[in-house]
C-alpha cells in the first residue's frame, strides 16, 4: 500500500519556486543547450546556473543589477 501526500483541496501541484518563461535566440538557445549537455544538465538548470552567477557577478562587482536597454 503506498501512502499519498495530503494537499489542500483545490491548489493542484503547486511548485517549489515561481516559474517563469523566456526565449532565446536561436544562436544563444545552441549555445546553453550545448553547454547544459557537455555538463549532462537540463537546459533549465543551465539557465538557473547561468542567471545566478551572472547575478552574483554583478553583486561582486558593486554595481546595481540592470538590464539592456533597448
Known sequence: MSTRRWRQPGLGSQPAMPRYTI????ETGDQ????????????A????????????????EGAPARSQKR
Request: charged share 40%; proline share 0%.
Open 32 to 43: 546553453v543547450r550545448a553547454l547544459a549537455s557537455a555538463e549532462r544538465v537540463s537546459f
Open 23 to 26: 526565449g532565446f535566440d536561436e
Open 45 to 60: 538548470e543551465k539557465i538557473r546556473q547561468l542567471v545566478e552567477w551572472g547575478l552574483e557577478a554583478e553583486r561582486s
